[in-house]
Structure formats: C-alpha cells, structure tokens
C-alpha cells in the first residue's frame, strides 16, 4: 500500500518565478492537506481540499493557491515567489472514514529554493 | 486560538537514558493530540495519538496521556536508543480535523 507521495523531491526556482508541488494521498484518502514547514520550524498550515473544493485555509497570501483532482491528487501552486517561500512542502492526507478523519498522513515533502 | 507550545531543544541523551519531552496546548475545544517524528531529509511520521481525556497513546516504547486538567501531553520513553534521533513534533487538531497545529520541533540526539 503506497503511502503519500510528492513531487518532485527538489526545486530550485528564482524569485518572481513560478512553481507548482503535486501530491498524491493514500489509497483510500480522500482529504489532502498542505503544509509549509521552514527551516528548524515545526508545518504550518496552508489550506486542505476536500471534494474538489478549499475547505479550509491557514494564514497564506492568495499567491498560494492549489487544486483537487477527482482522483483525489491535488496540487499546490505558488505565483511569484519570494526568498520566504524557501521551506518544505509537506502534502497530508486524511481516510475517509469519518472516524479515523483527524489522523493526517504525511509524504515526504518537497524542498523548495528560491534563489 | 489553538497552539501547541514544546520544550526548547536540542535534547541529547545516552543510550538506554528515560526521555521526556514536555508538550502543553491551548485550544478552544476538545482536541485531539499527536506526536509525530521527523528523519533527516523525510517528512513526518504519525507516532502516536490520543483523542480525548486521559487516552494514553503508545507505539514503539513510547508514551504520551492525555492530561486535560493540565492541558499536557508529554512525550516519554523508557530507555532510548541510537536510532531515536530525529525531532519530535507534538499537534493537535480540533474536532473538524481541519487543520493541524504544530509545536516548533524538539531534535533529539541518542549518543552510543
């Protein structure tokens, strides 16, 4: 059973620039998470989709955006980037039963670096 | 709002030493608390959980309960090895299951 995966592992991108992090979630997810960790921080929050939609977003400029796919996959998209934007990527996903729904899966991030 | 406030490290211990690290949250509801644990290079692993007053979660030697009165969920092992080095990340989440919030990250060093 393949856990989260992300891609691409690393990215290396210019200030102004664009760049677009995917994510696939578990088998049997349907809940996908997004958060940014920076260097020696601990992930902050910036949005999770759920049925194709933006349920809930964390304190991010509306340069972050991101997109559910009915596959559930999703991505996260970041328009003109800053030397700020430079952390760790980390996609989450969440199962389907409502029960278990609080516990977030994480993959293995994408380190991003904006030059 | 919601925060998770973690002991400052860095943390480092012999090998076979009793470990704790101290986790105390402030949220509006009833949360649910986790501990999760990050290699260099990797993301982050679920270690354990507990989802409402007084569960004590476990896995791999490790123990955190759940203290409501004290608003605590420390994290604890009995005799720590090597291959425990990593940092440790206490998060709760309330009942939605929304969003997470993340302490700022304990590293912990095992020494031989």
């Known amino acids: 059973d393949a856990g989260v995966t992300q891609s691409p592992t690393h990215l290396i991108k210019t200030r102004g620039q664009q760049v677009t992090l995917r994510c696939s979630p578990k088998s049997g997810h349907d809940t996908v998470s997004w958060y940014q960790q920076a260097l020696g921080q601990g992930p902050q929050f910036i949005f999770q989709?759920?049925?194709?939609?933006?349920?809930q977003r964390g304190n991010f400029p509306d340069r972050f955006s991101g997109h559910q796919f009915p596959n559930y996959s999703s991505e996260l998209n970041v328009n003109a980037l800053l030397l700020g934007d430079s952390a760790l990527y980390l996609c989450?996903?969440?199962?389907?039963?409502?029960?278990?729904?609080?516990?977030?899966?994480f993959g293995p991030g994408t380190r991003l670096t904006v030059l | 709002g919601d925060s998770v406030t973690q002991m400052e490290g860095p943390v480092t211990l012999s090998e076979e030493a009793f470990l704790t690290i101290n986790c105390t949250y402030t949220a509006t509801g009833y949360p649910s608390l986790f501990w999760y644990v990050q290699y260099p290079g990797e993301g982050l692993q679920l270690l354990l959980k507990?989802?409402?007053?007084?569960d004590k979660g476990s896995n791999k030697g490790f123990e955190a309960t759940y203290r409501k009165e004290t608003t605590s969920f420390h994290l604890e092992k009995g005799s720590v090895q090597v291959s425990d080095s990593a940092v440790y990340f206490c998060?709760?989440?309330?009942?939605?299951?929304?969003?997470?919030?993340f302490g700022t990250g304990t590293s912990l060093t095992v020494i031989p």
């Open positions: 989709y759920y049925e194709e939609e933006e349920r």
């Open positions: 989450a996903s969440s199962p389907m039963d409502f029960g278990a729904r609080k516990t977030q899966y």
């Open positions: 507990a989802t409402k007053a007084d």
């Open positions: 998060a709760l989440t309330e009942n939605t299951g929304n969003q997470f919030y």
